[in-house]
């Protein structure tokens, strides 16, 4: 990671779009200076489990997070989507901790 005084985390759950995501774009503009917005996306087991996932859903979902690393990198993200796998509330709590937070939204 970066050597950064400041972070935005965005944590994508459902809405895994750009355009029409008022919560993103506030991030987005407390993102000045040295803050740097840093998206990421966790993959709780309880959807694999519990979810009905086919095949082509996780397709889908694979290249629904590859464009929407893309799209990050368009408006001037510096890192790219940091996906994590396991149970919300703990790889949230847990990635927090690795970071200073400017602020996050849920």
Known sequence: MQNMSEVCIYWFRKGLRLH??????????QCKG??????????????????NVGRNRWKFLQETLQDLTTRLESIGSRFDLNFLAGICSVSLIWYLNKVVILGYTL
């Open 20 to 29: 029409d995501n008022p919560a993103l774009m506030s991030c987005i503009a």
């Open 34 to 51: 040295n803050t740097c917005l840093v998206p990421i996306f966790i993959l709780d087991p309880w959807f694999v489990k519990h979810g």
